[in-house]
């Protein structure tokens, strides 16, 4: 399309976003678009509200603020799901877009796709490709869902590529490496000297180890919740843990099934800000998560993770044991910690930091 010649837009897309990780992931995509001229409507699903969960990101990653939020909050996922639907066909019906974007595999991202797709909306689909084959995941249903109704999917590695192949996805699909390495070389360089989160809490670069826990697995099942939180307990390092309003909210109902631990290394803390994350990160000895986001930048600053969960879609960051998958009960997360490994050099295999500028580019020629 050439571009409108008074205002010099040369296309209007609508983008989805609700969770966190989403805000992070738009964040160099959007600066992307703007210079390609291409013109962004931001829809918030509302899906993360708290201060600490959606606005922080805003404040300060430099992101537009949304043009609408539609402040769906919490619940089931039918109702989510649903109230997003509703909200979003009558945003897309308003603004006419010539095409949308979602980001990962949320809720609010199958919302997206679904509401888009009934009104024959080109959708497009940023970290397309992912699969952990696992369906009692409800990411697992989001992702797959959106793929197959999408019309140009960015792949963050070459495995999500090949994924997509296998199920028979070969048009519009492009490698363009993983917007979230963008942000991360981006904004870890501004962290470092805008940040004072290491020092706050006293801790010892180097010397410390930093968990995020939210997977329903982890969180929605009280005896797997309290051997993760014993384990991180027990360790004579210093542990900080940022923590998930999910993880937060199953504490506070399980009550006395959930031991105290007034004498441990263990601070839990309110979530943090994505600079403050970046820095936490950089400096700690290993990271525990069961978190997509949070592995891959372990990858990224060389510091060894370990994986709650029995499966990951980031399987390149298995290699050479940088990231490890660890069966959840105290016995196996502490052997995991002590266990010594000769890290090998870590590949280039989340692309050269320049996804969201390919993605401008191709959805500005598409
Ligand atoms: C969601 C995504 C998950 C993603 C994660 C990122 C789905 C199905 N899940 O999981 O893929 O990895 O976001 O963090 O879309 N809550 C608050 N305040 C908030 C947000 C949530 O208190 O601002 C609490 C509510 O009790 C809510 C619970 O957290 O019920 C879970 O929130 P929800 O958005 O449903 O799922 P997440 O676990 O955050
Ligand atoms: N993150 C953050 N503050 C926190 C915890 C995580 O800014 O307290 C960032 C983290 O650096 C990563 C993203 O949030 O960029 C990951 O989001 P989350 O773990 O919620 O979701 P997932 O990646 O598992 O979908």
Redesign the pocket.
């Known amino acids: 399309m050439n571009p409108d010649p008074e205002t010099n837009v040369r296309k209007r897309i609508v983008t989805i976003i609700g969770?966190?990780?989403q805000f992070i992931k738009s964040a160099p995509v959007s600066h992307a678009l703007t210079a390609e001229g291409i013109q962004e409507y931001l829809l918030h699903t509302g899906?993360?509200?708290?201060y600490g969960?959606?606005q922080v990101f805003f404040d300060e990653l430099g992101i537009q603020e949304p043009d609408i939020n539609l402040s769906v909050g919490?619940?089931t996922?039918a109702k989510?799901t649903a109230e997003m639907l509703a909200g979003i066909e009558q945003v897309l019906l308003h603004e006419q877009p010539d095409g949308i974007i979602v980001y990962?595999?949320?809720?609010?991202t199958l919302a997206g796709a679904l509401a888009a797709a009934k009104l024959d909306i080109p959708i497009t689909h940023i970290e397309a490709g992912l699969r952990s084959y696992n369906r009692a995941m409800?990411?697992e249903i989001?992702r797959v869902l959106t793929d197959h109704c999408a019309e140009l999917l960015f792949c963050p590695t070459q495995t999500a590529v090949s994924n997509l192949r296998k199920e028979g996805i070969t048009r519009g699909v492009h490698f363009v490496g993983d917007v979230m390495y963008d942000s991360a070389l981006h904004y870890a360089e501004l962290a470092s000297s805008r940040t004072h989160i290491v020092n706050e809490h006293r801790l010892t670069p180097g010397k410390y180890l930093l968990a995020t826990i939210?997977?329903?697995y982890n969180t929605d099942d009280p005896s797997r919740l309290n051997s993760i939180l014993c384990a991180l307990s027990e360790l004579d390092e210093t542990v900080i843990l940022p923590v998930?309003?999910?993880m937060?909210?199953k504490i506070a109902q399980y009550g006395s099934l959930i031991k105290e631990f007034p004498d441990s290394n263990l601070i839990m803390i309110d979530p943090v800000s994505y600079l403050d994350m970046l820095i936490l990160e950089k400096n700690s000895k290993m990271i525990l998560t069961d978190?997509?986001g949070v592995q891959k930048e372990a990858y990224f600053f060389g510091v060894p993770c370990l994986t709650l969960r029995t499966e990951t879609e980031w399987i390149e960051t298995l290699e050479g044991g940088w990231n490890r998958l660890v069966q959840v009960d105290s016995t196996s997360i502490l052997d995991a910690v002590h266990q010594e490994i000769d890290y090998p050099p870590r590949l280039p295999v989340f692309g050269d930091g320049n996804a969201s500028r390919l993605i401008a580019d191709i959805l500005s020629r598409s």
């Not at 990962?104 to 609010?108: A, F, I, Y």
């Open positions: 969770a966190r990780p899906q993360h509200y708290d969960m959606s919490s619940g996922h989510q990962g595999d949320t809720n609010s409800p990411e989001n939210h997977r329903p998930h309003p999910r937060k909210h978190s997509g």
